[in-house]
Every structure is written in C-alpha cells, then in structure tokens.
C-alpha cells in the first residue's frame, strides 16, 4: 500500500475497548459522526461507511493512550489510510487552545479530527511481528512475576493448611517464568536484527539480559529519535524543575515517559553506577557535591539511556572513551 501524507477526508477517533466513535472531516467542512464496535466486524462496517461518503484518500487521527486502538490502527493501515497515533498530552493542550469545557466520545473524536487536520502529525507504522511478539512475551514474563512475588508475600502470612498449596503454586511459577525467558532468548537469537542489537547491549557494563528483552522490545525504533535526550523523555527519566514564585525546588524526574521502561532500568543503572567506567565517574562527581543518592541513581538512568542511544544509534559495542563525562 502506498501511504500519502496529504488526504482530503480527515478522520478523528476516540477509542474504548469495546467501541470507538468517530467524527469524519469532508472535504465541504461538514463532519458526520458515528459509533462502531471495536471489533474485526466492527472495523469493516467503517469503512462501508467510508465508501458511503466516497472516501478514496483519509488520514485517521487517535490518541496513543491504550492497547485498544492497535489492531483497528493496523486494519486502517493495511486499508492504505493514512494513520497517526497521538501522544494525549498534545490532544489536551489543543483541546485547551480551543477552551473546551464540556466531554463526550463524539466530541473528543471532533476534536482528535480537528487536530489531525490542522497539526498533520506525522504518521504511523504498524511494528514488524517480531518486535510485537516480543512485546507480547516481555509483558506476560512481567505479569508472571508480578504473580510469583504476590504468592511469596501471602506465603509469609497464609495459615499453614494452605502453606503446601501456595508453595506449589510459586513453583509452577517459576518452572513458566524459566520457560518463558528461554522462549525470549531463543526469539531474540533467532532474529538477525534483535541478535545484533543484543550482542551490542550486552557490551554495556550494568545491562544483563534480564534488561535486554525489555529495552529491544522498545528500543526498536530508536532511529525515530534524533537526540539521545528525546529518547530519556520518552523513558521518562528526564529532570524536571520546581518552581514557584521565587522558590525553585530540587530537580526531580519527570516520570511522564514509560513506567515499564523506567522500572527495567533502575536497578541496571544501580550495578552500572558500580562496575561501569562512566557511570563511575558520574557517581564520584555528584556524590562530592553532596547530591542525595535517589538523585544520583536518576541521573545514573539518564545516563545509561544516552549510552544505550549511542550504541544502538552508532552501531558500535560501548567505548568508555567515546562518552562524554555529562549525563
């Protein structure tokens, strides 16, 4: 499909997980609205719909807010639509420009078309399976975690009548997560690119393989950010300055980018603060200027990012002596 990034009809699309409404933009500047199921069946009764108001060129417009638009996302691409996915803060402050008070489904698909029409973000792409896959196996190896570390916790307070039972239970646990990440090991080294990509990371001193499904499973399109700085924005580990009036507080991590990729890397940038050359040196410095330690393992994670960024980015193993001393 050849995707254009000029269209004359404009689709806005507010998505839940079981319906979306949306708010198509015509070339006269009337808008027609409608609500469809979030479904496969649903996907295709729009663009029935579409074809009813001879739509032949479209740029379809939704907030990247949850899983529930990647499929009809994908569907609309695989249609040879033009599609962006929105960060919500920007869909906010427009909404804001526009001194919107009231909210519906059909007036936030309104307003995502508005958007689309006057901003022309710039234009999605479906991930490639396997990084999707990956995606897929990281979360569920989250999620069994998550699961052994509650039984463990309820295994120091249960009744000794359901002792034996929880027990068994963290073990089958563990037995899936081992599978699991054998699963995640063998799709990464049965792919050229994440292979490559892999042997590259490990060549950082603090990142363990543990990390490293992680960091592919989102690092993948690294190429997308020109500036290391950007790609700490989106893992949220950028500084962020109170201030008011004339107070200026401490400097603290934004926290607006990825909780998942923020947890995945706090306790690499904790060893790396120990056996990395760089981050050793970083340590030394904030730590004589008395900096507290939270702050310190903050600006270990930024730096660990721009490190991960040139690698990846540069194509080469990690070289201490290339990196420059600030975070």
Known sequence: ?????????????????????????????????????????????????????????????????NIYGNALAEFLYDEGFD??????ARIKGFAQSELLRTKTDAQDASLIARFCQAMQPSLWQPEPVSIRQLKAMVKRLDALIG?????VNRLDVAESVIQTEIQSHIEQLNLRIQQLRQD???????????????????SIPGIGEKTIACLLAHFHTITRFDQAKKLAAFCGVTPRERQSGNM?????????????????LFFPAMVALRYNPVLIQLNQRLTAKGKPKMLIIGAAMRKLVHIIYGVLKNNTPFNPNLIAENP
């Not at 599609?83 to 919500?88: G, L, Q």
């Not at 699961?147 to 039984?151: A, G, K, N, S, V």
């Open 83 to 88: 599609v962006s996915v929105i960060n919500p």
């Open 147 to 151: 699961m052994q570390q509650q039984e």
């Open 184 to 202: 995640i090991r063998s799709h990464i080294d049965n792919d050229p690119d994440l292979k490559h990509q892999n042997d590259l990371l490990l």
């Open 248 to 264: 200026t507080g401490h400097a603290r991590m934004s926290k607006t980018g990825s909780a998942h990729l923020r947890k995945a």
């Open 1 to 65: 499909m050849i995707h254009s990034s000029s269209s004359h009809f404009v689709l806005g699309i507010d998505i839940s997980k079981k319906k979306f409404d949306v708010a198509l933009l015509l070339p006269n500047g009337k808008r027609k609205n409608k609500v469809f199921q979030n479904t496969p069946p649903g996907f295709n009764t729009l663009i029935q719909w579409l074809h009813k108001w001879d739509v032949q060129s479209l740029h379809a417009c939704m907030e990247a807010t």
